[in-house]
Antibody, heavy 122, light 110 residues
């Protein structure tokens, strides 16, 4: 059974940093791109970042490029999202996602974690 | 405003059929990139409903179907049930953006 378990969310001041983690299990970790999608309170879904199965390709949404960094640890089957220079508009539930196919950036997201809330506020 | 445009809301009575549209442009749906659909029940994470334009993952009832034509795609739900009340999102790749994006979402009220 595929499971994605996020952690690391919380309250942070504007300009601060936070690292989200997503522990994956139930599938071959290096065979699938993994990513993060966020949802601000009462709003729609926004693509944040994706990393390919072998970590040779990454993608960042315009609103986070230059501030967020995605990475993955194959020994721990874990994906990370390092978030720096956080702003109030980064406040959202962050979902960890798994790509269904090998088509980087064009694949459906077939599994989602339960989400972790990040609140940026003074 | 999302490049993929969905109606903010649709509604239908139990047993009826509803459709949700997703209108794109020549750089996404019109460029023949695949469209996915997701269902988000209240207070839960989104769930994949349709992939690669019209395919249903295992466990998704055949009451849900989808199609694509030109620069638009649509999701159809037949035999509406109370538990279908949720937010629905389309998703596709956009070559101008260089990444994937979601539609703004449609709230279905049953």
């Amino acid at each position: 059974e595929v499971q994605l378990l996020e952690s690391g969310g919380g309250l942070v001041h504007p300009g601060g940093s936070l690292r989200l983690s997503c522990a994956a299990s139930g599938f071959r970790f290096d065979s699938h791109s993994m990513g993060w999608v966020r949802q601000a309170p009462g709003k729609g879904l926004e693509w944040v970042s994706v990393i390919s199965g072998l970590a040779d390709n990454t993608y960042y949404g315009n609103s986070v490029r230059g501030r967020f960094t995605i990475s993955r640890d194959y020994s721990k089957n874990t994906v990370y999202l390092q978030m720096n220079s956080l702003r109030a508009e980064d406040t959202a539930v962050y979902y960890c996602t798994k790509d269904r196919s090998h088509n980087f950036l064009q694949s459906a997201l077939d599994y989602w974690g339960q989400g972790t809330l990040v609140t940026v506020s003074s | 405003q999302s490049v993929l445009t969905q109606p903010p809301s649709v509604s239908g009575a139990p047993g009826q059929r509803v459709t949700i549209s997703c209108t794109g442009t020549s750089s996404n749906i019109g460029a023949d990139y695949d469209v996915q659909w997701y269902q988000q029940l209240p207070g839960t994470a989104p769930k994949l409903l349709i992939y690669d334009n019209y395919n249903r993952p295992s466990g998704v009832p055949d009451r849900f179907s989808a199609s694509k034509s030109g620069t638009s795609a649509s999701l159809a739900i037949t035999g509406l049930q109370a538990e279908d009340e949720a937010d629905y999102y389309c998703q596709s790749y956009d070559s101008s953006l260089g990444g994937s994006l979601f539609g703004g979402g449609t709230k279905l009220t049953v």
